[in-house]
């Protein structure tokens, strides 16, 4: 079963651009479908208030639990004192499976990193570069599953992403993601030196096509049991599903 790990949904309440505005799913779920992705990883777009944006991805989980997962989507900073609430809330009422934080909202904090312990969720924390992050998550925090994704950069840092195949390798609860990952030689040398067990196959959809992300993990030319971990068997351990 193929799953992608990253897909923003739902409302959005900016004008800024697609990433904090609406995120339909209709065009996004035609191109998965024909990728053959099984199921997907739903979290919010950019929102100025994640209690609101985490109701609206749960409908869409709930209107077809089979086919999605959701994540709860926190800002470190905005929501300290009530993080742990929030992500009961997640848990409890809607079933949801990780939390999602992104650096350029707020860095990633011990606050939510502690209510991840609590609740034994994986953290998709995107560092937005800042990756030597990884090393504190890992020595404060190993017991808890860190995903950072695009390699650590979405921008296409090469010295961030080149440096976070270091954390990979080094660190077990450090993962990463191949979403937006453009320097296919990096994707490749992470795969290598840290093993298929590292790395999650995601899309960054709506907004970056499933089935051209997917194809990416392909052209790996992994053996079979390699390419399963990466396109669904490394999500379902690190969400405790398997």
Known sequence: MIIDCHCHAGPGDGLSGPWDSDAPLQAYLRRAQTAGIARSVLFAAFHSDYAIANHGVARLVASDPQRFYGFAFVHARRDRGRIQDMVRTAVERYGFVGIKAHRLDSRISGELC????????????????????????????????????????????????????????????????????????LLQQAVRRAGPHKVLFGSDGPWLHPGLELHKIELLGLPPLDAALITGGNFLRLARLA
Do not use: K, M
């Open 114 to 185: 502690e209510a991840a312990r609590f609740f034994g969720l994986p953290v998709l924390y995107d560092p937005a570069g800042e990756v030597a992050v990884a090393e504190l998550l890992a020595q404060q925090y190993p017991d808890v599953n860190f995903i950072l994704p695009h390699l650590g950069s979405f921008g296409d840092d090469w010295a961030a992403q080149l440096a976070l195949i270091d954390h990979l390798v080094r660190h077990p609860n450090i993962h990463t993601d191949s979403s937006g990952v453009r320097r296919f030689d």
